[in-house]
């Protein structure tokens, strides 16, 4: 969407950002009222529909609207932050003169400052990221009815629900900044969930299943939620632990971006000019095998990280992270790029779109060419250090023989180091989950420790 020209006048929204341009306006005038040099701006209104329903009843019908001013303010070289939840005039007066005391009592660092004008966003191109959805709470209700339904009639072991959700959200932002940027978007995500408890003699298994879009029309059938929900509880009940082994695992989808998450973390900015990543001075170098390859695409139509320009106004462009195997270059804001003596890659607020290029095996073709196993579907704790890269997590999943699920796997723990699990990636599946910003297959590591009994 062009931020000059807006043409649709029967949306509601665009009013809204209208509305939060002439605040970004309003707050840079009064920063430079008050004295400062630099000073940059976002404003927000979300608002959003929830509805959750458990055993046939409603449970919780929430609507949001939140609303929130942020600004950075400099004097010279001294920065101060400040927000409100309030768009009101006299709620942001104060705003600044916050921002503005913080700046005048904070030390000068030379790394603070906007980002270069010569790389703001100048084109605007329609993203396709604004899908309202305008079902009703009596539909959503329905709708979320239906899903549960169609997961506890499953299967005869499905014995309590922790019930199906309904979610509706849009979002509207404006941000500027004193050196004449001035940017604004529109997007919508909409989400369906279901989570489920079944029960046998062996005892209690819970799981869940959801789908998350930029429109709703690109839902898969609803009750497919919780079909998929009472297939992946069903498929937990006798979980047994397994001995502690070392074998190779297969990361699922939705578990596998966690650890391209991993990645991301270790060649950010802030931690590498700290000096708190296992991955400080890789670029350049070797980080996975030669045919694993990573790619930013800011601008896919209606992915879920896409954006015209980062949080500072710099636009976004397709670049390679990961060039066959090879590091090919950081994830830096302006000021982690000035630490580093180097320039922004435009990702201020983070990675946008990161596509891992998948291989030709499914999941099923992954788990032949591991053999024997574990296919890892869950990972619990916060067991991962990014200064050292060491890697033991809870998990939960499936033992595999010659290629074939043999029973489900709980209470066990795997652990490795992450330098090790990169190299150590054999294949990537084609089985590429859309639902995140992070796009990846099953990922197959060669060899991991299993704890257990």
């Given at each position: 969407?062009?931020?000059?020209v807006?043409?649709?006048?029967?949306?509601?929204?665009?009013?809204e950002?209208?509305?939060?341009?002439?605040?970004?306006?309003d707050v840079?005038?009064?920063?430079?009222?008050?004295?400062?040099?630099?000073?940059?701006?976002?404003?927000?209104?979300d608002?959003?529909l929830?509805?959750g329903?458990?055993?046939?009843?409603?449970?919780t019908?929430?609507?949001?609207?939140?609303?929130?001013?942020?600004?950075?303010?400099?004097?010279?070289?001294r920065?101060?932050?400040?927000?409100?939840?309030?768009l009101?005039?006299?709620?942001?007066?104060?705003?600044v003169?916050?921002?503005?005391?913080?700046?005048r009592?904070?030390?000068?660092?030379?790394c603070?400052?906007?980002?270069?004008?010569?790389?703001?966003?100048?084109?605007?191109?329609?993203l396709?990221?604004?899908?309202p959805?305008?079902?009703?709470v009596?539909?959503?209700?329905?709708?979320?009815?239906?899903?549960?339904?169609?997961?506890?009639?499953?299967?005869?072991?499905?014995?309590?629900s922790?019930?199906?959700?309904?979610?509706?959200?849009?979002?509207?932002?404006?941000?500027?900044?004193?050196?004449?940027?001035?940017?604004?978007?529109?997007?919508?995500?909409?989400?369906?969930?279901?989570?489920?408890?079944?029960?046998?003699d062996?005892?209690?298994?819970?799981n869940?299943?959801?789908?998350?879009?930029?429109?709703?029309?690109d839902?898969?059938?609803?009750?497919?939620i919780?079909?998929r929900a009472?297939?992946?509880t069903v498929?937990?009940?006798?979980?047994?632990?397994?001995?502690?082994?070392?074998?190779p695992?297969?990361?699922?989808?939705e578990?596998?971006?966690g650890?391209?998450?991993?990645?991301?973390?270790?060649?950010?900015g802030g931690?590498?000019?700290?000096?708190?990543?296992?991955?400080?001075?890789?670029?350049?170098?070797?980080?996975?095998?030669?045919?694993?390859?990573?790619?930013?695409r800011?601008?896919l139509?209606?992915?879920?990280?896409?954006?015209?320009?980062?949080?500072?106004g710099?636009?976004?462009?397709?670049?390679?992270?990961v060039?066959?195997?090879?590091?090919?270059?950081?994830?830096?804001?302006s000021?982690?790029a000035?630490?580093?003596?180097?320039t922004?890659t435009?990702?201020?607020?983070?990675?946008?779109?990161l596509?891992?290029?998948?291989?030709?095996d499914?999941?099923?073709?992954?788990?032949?060419?591991?053999g024997?196993?574990?296919l890892?579907?869950?990972?619990?704790?916060?067991?991962?250090?990014?200064i050292?890269?060491?890697?033991?997590?809870?998990?939960?999943?499936f033992w595999?023989?010659?290629?074939?699920?043999?029973?489900?796997?709980?209470?066990?723990?795997?652990?490795s180091?992450?330098?090790?699990?990169?190299?150590?990636?054999?294949?990537i599946?084609s089985?590429?989950?859309?639902?995140?910003?992070?796009?990846?297959?099953?990922?197959?590591?060669?060899?991991?420790?299993?704890?257990?009994?």
């Amino acid at each position: 969407m062009n931020a000059a020209v807006i043409h649709n006048t029967q949306d509601s929204s665009l009013d809204e950002l209208a509305r939060l341009a002439e605040v970004c306006d309003d707050v840079l005038r009064r920063c430079r009222a008050a004295g400062a040099s630099e000073a940059e701006v976002a404003a927000s209104i979300d608002t959003g529909l929830d509805v959750g329903v458990r055993l046939g009843e409603v449970e919780t019908i929430t609507r949001t609207r939140d609303r929130g001013v942020s600004l950075t303010v400099l004097f010279g070289k001294r920065k101060g932050s400040a927000s409100t939840a309030d768009l009101e005039p006299e709620s942001i007066a104060r705003t600044v003169e916050h921002a503005c005391a913080i700046a005048r009592y904070t030390e000068e660092d030379p790394c603070n400052g906007l980002a270069d004008p010569a790389l703001y966003a100048r084109d605007f191109p329609d993203l396709d990221l604004w899908h309202p959805w305008r079902i009703g709470v009596e539909e959503a209700i329905e709708l979320g009815l239906r899903i549960e339904d169609a997961g506890r009639s499953f299967d005869p072991r499905i014995s309590n629900s922790e019930g199906a959700a309904v979610q509706v959200g849009e979002s509207v932002l404006a941000n500027a900044n004193s050196a004449g940027f001035r940017g604004v978007e529109r997007s919508t995500r909409h989400l369906l969930s279901c989570a489920l408890i079944a029960e046998d003699d062996a005892g209690m298994q819970q799981n869940y299943w959801y789908d998350a879009v930029r429109s709703a029309s690109d839902f898969a059938d609803a009750e497919s939620i919780g079909r998929r929900a009472a297939e992946r509880t069903v498929a937990r009940l006798d979980a047994r632990r397994l001995s502690t082994r070392e074998c190779p695992v297969v990361f699922v989808p939705e578990v596998a971006r966690g650890l391209i998450g991993h990645f991301l973390s270790a060649v950010s900015g802030g931690a590498l000019y700290r000096r708190a990543s296992f991955l400080v001075d890789h670029l350049g170098k070797p980080v996975f095998p030669s045919f694993v390859q990573m790619t930013e695409r800011p601008r896919l139509p209606r992915g879920h990280g896409s954006s015209v320009f980062d949080a500072e106004g710099v636009a976004t462009r397709d670049a390679d992270l990961v060039r066959d195997g090879v590091l090919a270059r950081y994830i830096l804001g302006s000021y982690s790029a000035r630490k580093l003596g180097m320039t922004t890659t435009g990702n201020a607020g983070g990675i946008h779109n990161l596509v891992v290029t998948p291989g030709s095996d499914d999941l099923p073709a992954l788990l032949g060419r591991m053999g024997t196993g574990l296919l890892v579907t869950e990972v619990m704790g916060q067991g991962v250090s990014l200064i050292t890269g060491d890697y033991s997590r809870g998990a939960s999943g499936f033992w595999v023989e010659n290629g074939q699920i043999v029973h489900p796997v709980e209470e066990i723990t795997i652990a490795s180091n992450l330098r090790a699990m990169f190299g150590g990636i054999v294949a990537i599946g084609s089985d590429v989950d859309p639902r995140s910003h992070l796009l990846t297959g099953s990922i197959l590591i060669d060899r991991m420790t299993i704890a257990g009994e």
